[in-house]
């Protein structure tokens, strides 16, 4: 059974940066896409940017040129590098996994996550 935990989040100001991780373990991550979602207080969780297990990559259109994932399939790890952060931003950060080596449009396709990590942007 595939485990996810996730690291990283905090404060920062307006502009700052960010790295998050996704510890993954249990099953071998080179086979498995992987999801960064979030989620803002009072709103649904939304997929921000996926990691197939080819090393393909997506991005939601509010993060694309900011934030950039990517995978280390030695230290079976992937991070999220988030730049140039909003207030907008502010959200508990989930990984997630489908299972398999794909990434999914719908939250509902993923069915092993981690516990988040909250990352707030604020002055």
């Known amino acids: 059974q595939v485990r996810l935990v996730e690291s990283g989040g905090g404060l920062v100001q307006p502009g700052g940066s960010l790295r998050l991780s996704c510890a993954v373990s249990?099953?071998?991550?080179?086979?498995?896409?992987i999801e960064w979602f979030h989620q803002a207080p009072g709103k649904e969780r939304e997929g921000v940017a996926c990691?197939?297990?080819?090393?393909?990559?997506f991005y939601a259109d509010s993060v694309k040129g900011r934030f950039t994932i990517s995978r280390d399939n030695v230290k079976n790890v992937v991070y999220l590098q988030m730049s140039s952060l909003e207030p907008e931003d502010t959200a508990v950060y989930y990984c997630?996994?489908?299972?398999?080596?794909?990434?999914?449009?719908?939250?509902?396709?993923?069915?092993?996550w981690g516990q988040g990590t909250q990352v707030t942007v604020s002055s």
């Open positions: 997630a996994t489908a299972g398999d080596e794909w990434c999914y449009r719908s939250v509902s396709d993923y069915r092993s």
């Open positions: 249990g099953l071998t991550l080179e086979r498995l896409g």
């Open positions: 990691v197939s297990a080819r090393n393909t990559t």
